[in-house]
């Protein structure tokens, strides 16, 4: 499902970790903002370390799932593009 992540850290080490934790699950459409494609297992295995990362006394991450509907109804101003789904390829045997 298409899921929106921002995040507001106040440490500079774990927004760092966070930032390449989520560099690993999406695209980085803004300073601290990505946009990913994720399953519900990817979800919750994001979520487990999400948690370890962050100090949830001062930290803030917030995910936002969006069904297909709402995701054409983004609407950009300025430059930039909603991310496109994930490409996917059929490899067959042609022998």
């Known amino acids: ?9 106040v440490n ?4 760092t970790k966070v930032m390449k934790l989520l560099k690993g699950y999406g ?4 300073f601290s ?13 994001l979520g ?7 100090d949830p006394t001062s930290d803030s991450i917030r995910c936002y799932r969006l069904d297909v509907t709402a995701v ?4 950009i101003v ?6 496109p ?3 996917y390829y059929l490899v067959r045997d042609v022998r």
Do not use: H, N
Not at 33 to 45: A, I, N
């Open 12 to 15: 500079d080490k774990r927004r």
């Open 33 to 45: 903002v990505f946009e990913c494609y994720l399953s519900k297992e990817e979800f919750s295995k």
């Open 72 to 75: 054409r109804r983004i609407q």
């Open 27 to 30: 695209t980085r459409v803004q």
């Open 85 to 87: 789904d994930e490409a």
């Open 48 to 54: 487990r370390q999400l948690r370890r990362l962050i």
């Open 1 to 9: 499902m298409f899921t929106i992540i921002s995040y507001d850290i």
């Open 78 to 83: 300025g430059i930039g593009q909603v991310t």
